[in-house]
């Protein structure tokens, strides 16, 4: 089936380690997001990529990384910089002209302790 | 993009119309009005987009003024499946999503 699959759905962590969260597409769509969403509150714009081998920074970006080397692929890392990481982390996809709609994983529920 | 502004929360009894407004009051002529949800701890889903004219789908109807800045969003026969947050977001093609904080819709028995 079609569709945006990010793993794993929950993960956990030791503080100062960095950790990488999977987002992988098969919808061939060209632009690809990362939000971060805490409890009670709207999703926040971490990164997002419109095209391969390119990226931008979104409202928060401070303490994340991405990369974007294949279209169907656009991890996160959330590296120790990153001052309060525990979070729900949703990525979604889009194609990049036109009007459209844009596709949502189901999450990762990310715990640092 | 164009900024919007939602009520927090509005509450809907079971079975009634649930309208959710959104004001956009410093729309473009290149921007376009969509609608998302969110239920709770899942990846929000896209319901419907329009420009100028009015759209409907089988989830629900979109309703932009003649002036368009401001949309409502209707749920014709609203049940206890459609407890989520909605956004409204404005933005041109092809340019970054981002979302505000929404309206958390209650349907209730």
């Known amino acids: 089936d079609g569709g945006i699959t990010q793993s794993p759905k929950y993960l956990f962590r030791k503080e100062g380690q960095n950790v990488t969260l999977s987002c992988e597409q098969n919808?061939?769509?060209?632009?690809m997001y990362w939000y971060r969403q805490d409890p009670g509150q709207g999703l926040r714009l971490i990164y997002y990529?419109?095209?391969?081998?390119?990226?931008q920074k979104g409202d928060i970006a401070e303490g994340y990384s991405v990369s974007r080397e294949k279209k169907e692929s656009f991890p996160l890392t959330v590296t120790s910089a990153q001052k309060n990481p525990t979070a729900f982390y949703l990525c979604?996809?889009?194609?990049?002209?036109?009007?459209?709609?844009?596709?949502f994983g189901q999450g990762t529920r990310l715990t640092v302790v | 993009d164009a900024k919007t502004t939602q009520p927090p929360s509005m509450d809907c009894a079971e079975g009634r119309a649930a309208n959710l407004p959104c004001n956009h009051s410093t729309i473009s002529g290149n921007e376009y009005v969509y609608w998302y949800r969110q239920i709770h701890s899942q990846g929000p889903q896209y319901i419907i987009h329009g420009l100028k004219n009015n759209e409907t789908n089988e989830m629900a109807s979109l309703i932009i003024t003649e002036d368009r800045k401001s949309s409502t969003l209707i749920l014709p026969h609203a049940t206890l499946r459609d407890t989520a947050v909605y956004y409204c977001i404005v933005l041109r093609t092809a340019s970054k999503l981002t979302f505000g904080t929404g309206t958390r819709l209650q349907v209730t028995l």
């Open positions: 919808l061939n769509h060209d632009a």
């Open positions: 990529s419109q095209i391969v081998n390119d990226f």
């Open positions: 979604a996809s889009s194609i990049n002209r036109g009007v459209t709609e844009a596709f």
